[in-house]
Antibody, heavy 122, light 109 residues
Framework: EIQLLESGGGLVQPGGSLTLSCAVSGLSFSNYAMSWVRQAPGKGLEWVSGVSGSGGSTYHADSVKGRFSISRANSKNTLYLQMKSLRVEDTALYYC???????????????WGQGILVTVSS | SALTQPASVSGSPGQSITISCTGTSSDIGSFNLVSWYQQRPGEAPRLILYEVNKRPSGVSGRFSGFRSGSTASLTISGLQAEDEADYYCCSYSPTTTVDFGGGTKLTVL
C-alpha cells in the first residue's frame, strides 16, 4: 500500500521558518515527481511547489518563490518543503502529492497525504 | 484562480451534471494535461480524471471528461448522493507550471 505521511507543521510567528517532511512508502519513490499543495481554511487548492523524480528540476508558485524551497532525498524516500519568511497568508493545510509522471507537469496527483497544518500567527 | 469554475452546481439523483473549467490558449488550450479532483469534507483530494478523460483505477465510469479549445469539462452521470463534494480542475501551464481552478461545490438535491 502506498502511503504519504506529512510531518513538521505547527504554529510559527510571522517571519519565522519551518520545514515540512513527507515520508513515502510502498512505491519506487525516485520514479515520480512530487508536489506540495496547500489549502487555506475554507478555501480552494493551491499548488505550491514541485520536484522531478530525480530531484534535478524544481518549480515554485510565484506566491512562495524566493521563500520556499522543495527538495527530496530519494535514498530516504522523503520529500521536504523548507519555508522561510512565513506570512499570515501562508496559513494552510499542506498536502504532499505524488504525480503520475516523473516530470512536474500536472499529469495527475494520484496519491495524497492527509495533510499537515501550518499556522502563521503572532 | 487562473482557471475559472462555477462556484456551485446541483442536480437530482440519477441526473447528469457538467462542471466547466475555463483557462487560456496557453494552458488548457495547448495541452491535454487537465486533471480533476474530488474532495469531500474533511478528506484529502482524490484524483478522478487525468489527461482530460483518463480514469484512474477504481474511479467510476460515471465520471467523464472533455476538452474543447480552452475549456475543459467534467460530467458526472447517474448522480448519486455520495458524489456531493467539491470538485477542482487542474492544468499544466508553461508559465506557472500548475494551476488549479477555484473549485465547484456539487449539491445532490
Amino acid at each position: 500500500e502506498i502511503q504519504l505521511l506529512e510531518s513538521g507543521g505547527g504554529l510559527v510567528q510571522p517571519g519565522g521558518s519551518l520545514t515540512l517532511s513527507c515520508a513515502v512508502s510502498g512505491l519506487s519513490f525516485s520514479n515520480y515527481a512530487m508536489s506540495w499543495v496547500r489549502q487555506a481554511p475554507g478555501k480552494g487548492l493551491e499548488w505550491v511547489s514541485g520536484v522531478s523524480g530525480s530531484g534535478g528540476s524544481t518549480y515554485h508558485a510565484d506566491s512562495v518563490k524566493g521563500r520556499f524551497s522543495i527538495s527530496r532525498a530519494n535514498s530516504k524516500n522523503t520529500l521536504y518543503l523548507q519555508m522561510k519568511s512565513l506570512r499570515v497568508e501562508d496559513t494552510a493545510l499542506y498536502y504532499c502529492a505524488k504525480d503520475i509522471a516523473e516530470v512536474v507537469a500536472a499529469v495527475g496527483f494520484e496519491i495524497w497525504g492527509q495533510g499537515i497544518l501550518v499556522t502563521v500567527s503572532s | 484562480s487562473a482557471l475559472t469554475q462555477p462556484a456551485s452546481v446541483s442536480g437530482s439523483p440519477g441526473q447528469s451534471i457538467t462542471i466547466s473549467c475555463t483557462g487560456t490558449s496557453s494552458d488548457i488550450g495547448s495541452f491535454n494535461l487537465v486533471s480533476w479532483y474530488q474532495q469531500r469534507p474533511g478528506e484529502a483530494p482524490r484524483l478522478i480524471l487525468y489527461e482530460v478523460n483518463k480514469r484512474p483505477s477504481g474511479v467510476s465510469g460515471r465520471f467523464s471528461g472533455f476538452r474543447s479549445g480552452s475549456t475543459a469539462s467534467l460530467t458526472i452521470s447517474g448522480l448519486q448522493a455520495e458524489d456531493e463534494a467539491d470538485y477542482y480542475c487542474c492544468s499544466y501551464s508553461p508559465t506557472t507550471t500548475v494551476d488549479f481552478g477555484g473549485g465547484t461545490k456539487l449539491t445532490v438535491l
